[in-house]
């Protein structure tokens, strides 16, 4: 049953959340806000639409070791496998430096909270637990994955980029939370979407909403729907991406397409890396690491002697978009995409999704 | 500490047997440490593992080797780059670690009382070496069985010394073709590109499973062929080859259109990927 | 005494390359060539034409080991002709980020160049197995010094935050305190230092030469101040064209200078503690008492004990500004204009001399630049025709090893000495 | 224990940067420098073996003068292994600056008399003899070099980054300036390996790096122009740190 808090008792309730948990929520960053960890509440950003990156670093490492290991005479022995550690936020060390991007975890801190989670995310994180769950388990995924607890809020800000609308992965959310906040303008909505969030509301004497307040919550979700400006027209799209690769939208763009890769790595849903293996100076010492890695790029698709299935910039574009808005659909049966507009805002030279969508379409 | 449940991380192996193939192809003989695990490891012809060779890294590399040998398993490797090159450097006895198998095989049920048609270029013959042995052993399970193998030069074919086996087969038909034939090189067979066999070939689309693997650009050249002689895209098996760092659908790199190529193949229907964008442009 | 040669085919341990030439026969030296054969740049060259902004980083690749000096510089030199004051609290991080640098330098150059010539090794990784100890205290001590350079300028090695008017970003108070903590850690190291430096017996050579620098009754100096000499020289920065001048050699791709109307001169660490030794820290002073150092000192070999000196100020003084300050996002707004500026520092190895000339959209239009080594290299050879004689004695062997030691007490830095100015001076 | 493998480290027309990133601006020198048997090392050492077979060499420098040539090609036939160590060693980076103007006109400025100094166009170490692996960065960075240094140690391939600084800034989940500020930032051209140092320390990156391989100039010289850099500020942008490299050619080859 969704429950009523006040102003002081969020706060109340995010200030334990804050001494019992690693706590992740929006800050300042520069001109914008991204996750970092929060130790006071006054860290907290509330006026916000996006943040600079998705959630899924919080779970996905952009670098992070698989296992090292030992090479002595003819034995090999395996000697680390799973990182226990949650991903580090923020200035994080650089390649081959000493630190790896894992925080080791102390005490409580076992569990994480992500604070803030938009919508749109919430659906993103959904997606990516299926892709490192699909077929084999990612070890290194789910242990981060299943110590988060989720907190979401129902959007009431839009900018300029959003589009999950067109999804329906936002602005309200039905599932895929532990907790969800709705403001409401004097009091919060709080409802609980699994026993870990129950056990933490439940520890909390709130009273049950009314059902003019479920009411209230419907007309915040109206009011903010209404405030969308860009929209993507779902109808066929899987169809529609892939049915003319020739068309000139494509050149246009990738003309554009500084193969950057900003566009996939501030993407909720795109998860693909690279493996290498690393040394030391006693060359006994090994590692393999996984590190972020994007379709943009001209390596990811290069073979050995030279060969490469996507030299040209326009086929890594097309991959890029096709698989969004096509591909991902018969893979996972979801659409790649969560309408966060991230894709748009931060690519450099402005290509958009949603405009090839609607060249392809003839509009 | 379980290293059981972590799907990344490779298992020990030994390489019992090392034998040259040609210049730059060694076949690999190997068995887990692990008894138990040898034990458990079963595959289908057309499938592949991941090789760790220790301090330099992984690679995809398909089983030549016959699945129902259980003993030890076979790969046979093309020295290209990092990874292939410091195999190359290993010895019998030393250990690399393996992880699989993973994929899709070859169609040897469908092909059950039906004919093979089998084109293969290069390295391309290492995955279909199991459907060979396969057949070979299951001689009444299937019909008639044509190989056409096409390599750059005669020192390039790869199990030369079985062909004389897989000659005497009964209703066996092995086609085979170079590109060039270096001075110094006896070569009695044809000349030419693999799909210059297709003139001599006797197989017909009438209850055909055809298999091919190779160089993408002869598979492109074989496809059209094969097309052309009115095989339809159901009875055509390509294995494909795309970059891979985990085997495991999780890196994305080997991803062509919906289809990954380490779970949904290497082995595809021709019909499955017709219409994928990227391939499109083969027919 | 038969005909002597020596020909020591390149410096080693020292930046860049060079060979030194002496020709003695009947105990009388023919010919001696300090030869600097690193291939040219040609900095002041390719300067022209670019933008104001960007100057900084372009010169900082003038040398490796002082790139800090060689944009602080430039920077000094272009808001001179912009007329541009940059706030205390950049002053103050400028010096932060020079004195790191001249510390991390002067610890590179006693333990990895000098040590080795004074201990009698080749190099200092031949010195790792018996001196394994002195090895891995210089190695701590330089990583401090680096931090500190990483902290204020991002990248120890080519620091990017400097600007013309401030920095691009500030560091953290937060960030500096860490590196405090690690500078009084290492104080005590620095006076070990010194006592390791000064009990090395070094060759007993004097020459009376003028020992130039700058300086500031204020601090002990790197970054701005007045230029002054041992012999009475006490002039303004823009003054410098007009008493310091320069020929090109023809055996020698670095250029000689000379103080107008008098002859060589030195300039480096020994010249700054010669000229400033009143302005050093207590600590610094105390510790120059206790290993009976009395300045000034005329012997170049001297030159290793005044960095070690040095080192023990700088390293207090660092920590001294950090409690002073507690950086903050200025303003750095340039106003573009039109202007020539002069301006003179410290680097590491001594006198940095960077002059432009702009035009009213900020493109340089002249670019001269004097380097510590090019002030130098007279005087190295003077050196020599002084102490040769006086050790003409030694087997040929001998006597070039420590030739060559002479050369590298200089701390010399031969590529950045070839891309000196074209100087309109009469040939005297 | 096996034999130390033999390193030769070697000066063309520098700053010393590199070497000095190797001797000393690096976090495990010793560890790096005794893991190998160094052989030529003449900022760093008295004894140097000229001639001699080496496992590894690492040039720092470019060629600027013909003697210069004929020593890299001595250099290469007697390594098995050849990197480039640093930016000027890759693509000639700031020394290409001369390339872009007269000679003449450029040594002028800085010598009176040119008849005793020998220079010609800055050439990098990969047009001169095959390169086995480039390794920019000016200096080098510490990470490439570590990888480098590691990896030969064993004869492993080194990773060294083919992509964009923008892909290391996005991973330290840096504001991209270009995007938000509208700041000339080249990080989408230069090549990674800095760990995208100037924007995480809050400037545009300014190609100290030199280009990426995929780089696509045109079309971030368009971005810059729309966000109001003329063209001569946009040729300078281009031209700094590039030296002779080909990929900017569309941008900075004005009339
Ligand atoms: C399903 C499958 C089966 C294969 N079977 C065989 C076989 O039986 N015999 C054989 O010789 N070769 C086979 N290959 C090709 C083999 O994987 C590559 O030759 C090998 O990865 C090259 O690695 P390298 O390190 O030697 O080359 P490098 O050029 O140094 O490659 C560096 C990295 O790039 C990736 N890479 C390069 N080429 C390929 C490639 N072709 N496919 C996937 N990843 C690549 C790998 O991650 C490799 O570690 C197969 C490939 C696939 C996808
Ligand atoms: S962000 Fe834009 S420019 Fe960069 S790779 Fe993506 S589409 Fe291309
Ligand atoms: S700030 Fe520069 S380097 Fe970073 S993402 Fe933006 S354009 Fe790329
Ligand atoms: S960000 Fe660019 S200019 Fe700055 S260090 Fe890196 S490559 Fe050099």
């Known amino acids: 049953m969704p429950k009523i808090m006040d102003e002081k008792e969020l706060q109340s309730l995010l200030g334990l959340l804050i001494k019992e948990y690693r706590f992740i929520g929006p800050v300042r960053k520069d001109l914008e806000t991204g996750f970092g960890e929060i130790k006071s509440l006054k860290e907290l950003v509330k006026d916000y639409t996006n943040t600079i990156e998705p959630p899924k670093y919080l779970f996905l490492t952009p670098q992070e070791t698989l296992f090292s290991y030992e090479m002595k005479k003819e034995e090999i022995t395996i000697t680390k496998t799973e990182e226990q550690g949650h991903a580090a936020l923020g200035d994080r060390p650089s390649l081959w430096s000493e630190g790896i991007a894992v925080e080791p975890l102390q005490g409580k801190a076992i569990q994480q909270v992500i604070f803030g989670v938009r919508p749109c995310d919430v659906h993103g994180i959904r997606m990516m637990d299926k892709v490192f769950k699909e077929d084999f388990d990612d070890t290194y995924y789910q242990s981060k994955r299943n110590k988060t607890i989720i907190f979401s809020v129902t959007c009431t800000s839009v900018s300029d980029y959003c589009f999950c609308q067109s999804w329906g992965t936002g602005p309200s959310l039905k599932d895929g939370f532990d907790l969800l906040l709705t403001d409401l303008g004097d009091r919060y909505l709080i409802e609980t979407g699994s026993k870990e969030g129950n056990e933490i509301i439940g520890k909390m004497r709130l009273r049950d909403a009314t059902p003019m307040e479920l009411k209230q919550k419907a007309a915040v979700i109206k009011a903010t729907e209404a405030k969308f400006t860009r ?133 | 500490m379980s290293v059981r449940n972590n799907a990344y991380v490779p298992e020990m ?76 450097n290993l010895k019998e006895g030393e250990v690399l670690g393996m992880r699989g198998p993973y994929g899709r095989g070859w169609p040897l049920k469908e092909a059950k009382g039906k004919n093979i048609l089998v084109v293969a270029g290069g390295i391309g013959l290492a995955p279909l070496r199991p459907v060979i042995t396969q057949v070979i052993k299951n001689r009444e399970e299937y019909d008639r069985f044509e190989l056409l193998y096409g390599a750059r030069t005669p020192g390039d074919m790869l199990f030369t010394d079985e062909f004389d086996h897989w000659q005497k087969v009964k209703n066996f038909r092995l086609l085979f073709s170079v590109d060039a034939v270096p001075k110094d090189q006896r070569w009695d067979h044809n000349v030419g590109v693999v799909t210059t066999l297709f003139d001599q070939m006797s197989s017909t689309p009438s209850r055909t499973i055809v298999m091919t693997c190779g160089p993408e650009i002869m598979m492109k050249f074989a496809l059209k062929a094969l097309l052309a002689r009115g095989f339809n895209s159901s009875q055509i098996f390509l294995s494909l080859e795309r970059r891979m760092e985990c085997g495991l659908k999780k890196c994305g790199h080997c991803q062509i259109g919906e289809k990954y190529v380490c779970s949904d193949g290497p082995v595809f229907p021709w019909a499955e990927i017709k219409d994928i964008p990227e391939i499109v442009g083969w027919k | 005494m038969p005909e002597k040669k020596i020909n020591i085919e390149y410096i080693a341990r020292v930046e860049g390359e060079s060979t030194l030439d002496v020709h003695i026969s009947k105990n009388e030296i023919t010919d001696l060539k300090l030869k600097v054969w690193e291939p040219p740049r040609f900095f002041e060259g390719f300067l022209v034409g670019r933008k104001y902004d960007e100057i900084s980083d372009m010169v900082m690749r003038i040398c490796g080991i002082c790139p800090v000096s060689h944009s602080t510089t430039a920077i000094r030199a272009l808001e001179n002709a912009m007329q541009i004051t940059p706030s205390a609290q950049t002053k103050k991080l400028r ?175 020994l010249a700054r503690v010669n000229n400033n030794y009143d302005l050093l820290s207590d600590k610094a002073k105390e510790a120059a008492e206790e290993n009976h150092l009395k300045f000034p000192v005329y012997n170049p070999f001297a030159n290793t004990a005044a960095q070690a000196l040095e080192v023990i100020h700088l390293t207090t003084r660092c920590t001294e500004i950090i409690d002073e300050i507690d950086p903050k996002p200025e303003d750095t707004t340039v106003n573009v204009k039109a202007g020539e500026g002069h301006a003179l520092t410290e680097a590491p190895r001594g006198l940095l001399y960077h002059g432009y000339k702009l035009n009213e959209k900020g493109i340089v239009e002249k670019a001269e630049i004097t380097t510590p080594t090019t002030h130098n290299v007279l005087s190295m050879e003077q050196d020599l025709y002084k102490m040769i004689p006086e050790i003409m004695d030694l087997p040929e062997g001998k006597l070039a090893l420590q030739c060559e030691e002479l050369i590298r007490a200089y701390d010399p830095c031969f590529s950045c000495s070839v891309h000196t100015i074209k100087a309109n001076v009469k040939k005297d | 224990m096996a034999e130390k493998k033999k390193l030769g480290i070697f000066k063309l027309t520098s700053c010393a940067g590199c070497q000095m990133r190797l001797l000393y601006y690096q976090h495990r020198e010793l560890e790096a420098l005794t893991a190998y048997d160094i ?13 001699i077979k080496v496992d590894v060499a690492l040039i720092e420098g470019c060629v600027t003068n013909s003697e210069q040539i004929d020593e890299l090609k001595r250099i290469r036939e007697n390594s098995t292994i050849l990197a480039t160590l640093g930016g000027c060693a890759t693509r000639s980076s700031l020394w290409g600056l001369k390339n872009n103007k007269p000679e003449k006109e450029i040594e002028e400025k800085a010598y009176k008399d040119l008849s005793t100094i020998h220079s010609i166009k800055a050439i990098p170490v990969n047009d001169v003899v095959k390169v086995d692996y480039l390794l920019p960065g000016c200096p080098v960075g510490e990470d490439e070099m570590t990888e480098f240094l590691q990896s030969a140690l064993v004869g492993r391939r080194p990773f060294i980054k083919p992509h964009s600084v923008c892909v290391e800034c996005k991973m330290k989940g840096n504001l991209c300036i270009l995007v938000a500020k509208k700041e000339p930032c080249m990080g989408p051209v230069t090549a990674a390996g800095c760990g995208a140092l100037c924007p995480t320390n809050g400037r545009p990156c300014y190609n100290c790096r030199g280009p990426m391989i995929a780089a696509n100039a045109p079309a971030l010289a368009k971005e810059f122009k729309k966000n109001g850099l003329s063209d001569e500020e946009i040729y300078l942008k281009f031209t700094a740190f590039s030296g002779l490299s080909k990929v900017y050619e569309e941008v900075t080859d004005r009339a």
């Open chain 1, 231 to 363: 929209k993507l027209n779902i109808k066929d799209i899987q169809q529609i991406m892939i049915s003319q690769p020739e068309h000139p939208t494509w050149k246009d763009k990738a003309d554009r397409c500084l193969s950057c890769g900003n566009c996939t790595s501030v993407c909720p849903t795109c998860y693909c890396f690279d493996v290498q293996e690393k040394g030391d100076y006693n060359p006994s010492n090994m590692e393999r690491y996984r590190l972020w890695d994007s379709c943009q790029l001209l390596e990811y698709s290069q073979v050995a002697l030279g060969g490469n299935f996507r030299r040209e910039r326009i086929s890594r574009l097309k991959q890029f978009m096709m698989h969004k808005l096509s591909f991902s659909y018969p893979q996972y049966g979801d659409f790649h995409c969560v309408g966060c507009g991230r894709c748009i805002k931060w690519c450099p030279t402005s290509i958009d999704l949603t405009e090839v969508a609607k060249d392809l379409r003839g509009e």
């Open chain 2, 13 to 88: 192996a030994t390489i019992e047997k090392i034998e040259r193939e040609t210049n730059d192809v060694n076949t690999y003989t190997l068995t887990f440490k692990d008894k138990a695990k040898q034990k458990d490891y079963s595959f289908a012809g057309g499938q592949f593992n991941m090789l760790s060779i220790f301090g330099f890294g992984e690679a995809p590399i398909s089983i030549s080797s016959d699945p129902q040998d259980r003993n030890e398993i076979q790969h046979t490797v093309r020295k290209v780059g990092g990874v292939t090159e410091a195999l190359f």
């Open chain 3, 95 to 269: 010096r932060l980020l020079s004195y790191s640098q001249v510390m991390s330098s002067d610890i590179l150059h006693i333990y990895m160049l000098a040590a080795p010539d004074f201990l009698g090794y080749e190099s200092v990784l031949a010195m790792v197995p018996k001196h394994l100890d002195l090895v891995k205290k210089a190695i701590k001590m330089k990583m401090v010094a680096n931090e500190l350079t990483e902290i204020v300028g991002g990248r120890a090695a080519n620091p990017v935050t400097p600007k013309i008017n401030g920095f691009y970003q500030v560091p953290s108070k937060e960030r500096l305190n860490s590196v405090k903590k690690h500078l009084e850690a290492m104080q005590q190291d620095t006076v070990d230092t010194l006592k390791v430096v000064a009990s090395l017996p070094i060759p007993e050579f004097e020459r009376k030469t003028e020992y130039v620098c700058i300086r500031n009754p204020e601090e002990y100096t790197i970054n701005e101040g007045r230029l002054v000499s041992t012999e009475g020289l006490d002039i303004l920065e823009e003054e410098y064209r007009n008493h310091i001048i320069e020929n090109q050699i023809s055996y020698s791709n670095a250029k000689q200078c000379r103080i107008k109307g008098r002859g060589d001169f030195m300039v480096g660490a």
């Open chain 4, 39 to 51: 052989t030529y090392f003449k900022m760093g050492k008295r004894d140097n073996l000229e001639n």
